[in-house]
């Protein structure tokens, strides 16, 4: 059955680091994305990364402080936070699909394999 699993949400201050792990089963995917979704807020992008380049993109809100990679024998893709501030609270999913887009893929509508969602929460 192909699914993903996303590991290591948490709670932690402001300041700290966190790494989320998305573990895929099933099948290789071209493309992963991140997403976070804050309480009344929509989902919304954080991060991209290409399966067999590792090229990646990040929303404006995280650049600089975020790290997406992956680690092709585990078939699984991180998402390193660093700098966490407290507006980084949020569900944050793992997004995959096998069609190859660019880094420019920032829309949901693009992946159609999702995970369940890992909680990040980041006190003040």
């Known amino acids: 059955q192909v699914h993903l699993v996303e590991s290591g949400g948490g709670l932690v201050q402001a300041g700290g680091s966190l790494r989320l792990s998305c573990a895929a089963f099933?099948?290789?995917?071209?493309?992963y994305a991140w997403f976070r979704q804050a309480p009344g807020k929509e989902r919304e992008f954080v991060a991209v990364?290409?399966?067999?380049?590792?090229?990646?993109d990040y929303a404006d809100s995280v650049k600089d402080r975020f790290t997406a990679s992956r680690d092709l024998a585990k078939n699984t893709v991180y998402l390193q936070m660093n700098s966490l501030k407290p507006e980084d609270t949020a569900v944050y999913y793992c997004?995959?699909?096998?069609?190859?887009?660019?880094?420019?893929?920032?829309?949901?509508?693009?992946?159609?394999?999702w995970g369940r969602g890992t909680q990040v929460t980041v006190s003040s």
């Open positions: 990364i290409t399966w067999y380049t590792g090229t990646t």
């Open positions: 997004a995959a699909t096998a069609t190859y887009y660019s880094v420019s893929a920032h829309k949901e509508s693009l992946y159609n394999n």
């Open positions: 099933g099948r290789i995917f071209s493309s």
